[in-house]
């Protein structure tokens, strides 16, 4: 077996074909798959995130009024 592309027969030459458009094919729905998971959290996020911002109550308001504290400040020796 020669390395010369005349000296290939046509079935190794659809056999390497179909080697180099499998790979293609398994990275093509390797990136869609990362592209389908990456919209879903992103739009997961957003209805989420929207929903929370629906369901406030008054008390959400002033949930950190009394948290601007600063006691650990020069309380060292």
Known sequence: MSTDPEAMSAAEASAEETRKFGALRVIGWLSLGMTVAAISIFVG???????????RTPYDFYAHAGESEIGEFGVGI
């Open 45 to 55: 996020h957003e209805l989420r995130s929207r929903y929370k911002f629906k369901r």
